[in-house]
């Protein structure tokens, strides 16, 4: 059984304000518990909550993010899933909050193809993303396909193509990953 426990501050590390990182009191905390249940399949269960208040506003927005995962080794596919379900009470931070929290869920599913196992000089990745929300202009759906080579262990050339099915919009993403 995998087990963590996490206690963050909610904004992430940028540029310091003043001498901190993090711009306000309150705090968040993971959870995460992941279970195997036969070599070639792993379920999980996470848990995210906190408060957060900009440096711009006296009120705050209090979120529950949680949901479950899994992941599924077949031969030389690895299937990962998650779904997502989120509330927030007031995710403008307004004077006054919505009068029902803002609902938002979504998840992916990646299926990652390695013909020699981790042993594999090059990998296949096809990714589906989505996302649905009571608050406006952030649903979301995305497929992508990556391939990527590894040249040796530390640089790998890849490639990535993505399509958005709401916008009906695509990207091409190519590149050098390196590691020293």
């Given at each position: ?137 952030i649903d979301y ?40």
């Amino acid at each position: 059984t995998d087990l963590a426990l996490e206690v963050l501050n909610g904004n992430g590390i940028g540029a310091p304000i003043g001498e901190a990182f993090d711009v306000d009191k309150y705090k968040n905390y993971l959870l995460r518990i992941s279970q195997e249940i036969i070599p070639q399949f792993r379920l999980g269960v996470f848990g995210y909550t906190g408060k957060e208040k900009p440096q711009t506003t006296t009120f705050t927005n209090e979120f529950l993010m949680f949901g479950p995962d899994f992941t599924a080794d077949i031969d030389r596919f690895q299937l990962n899933v998650q779904y997502i379900a989120r509330t927030d009470d007031n995710p403008e931070f307004a004077a006054v909050a919505p009068a029902s929290k803002i609902k938002t869920d979504g998840g992916f599913a990646e299926l990652i193809f390695s013909p020699d196992y981790d042993k594999s000089r090059w990998y296949a990745t096809l990714l589906y993303n989505k996302v649905n929300s009571d608050y406006p202009g952030i649903d979301y759906q995305s497929i992508t396909g990556n391939f990527t080579y590894l040249i040796a262990t530390n640089l790998r050339l890849t490639g990535e193509y993505t399509f958005e099915t709401i916008t009906k919009t695509s990207s091409i993403a190519m590149g050098f990953f390196s590691a020293f």
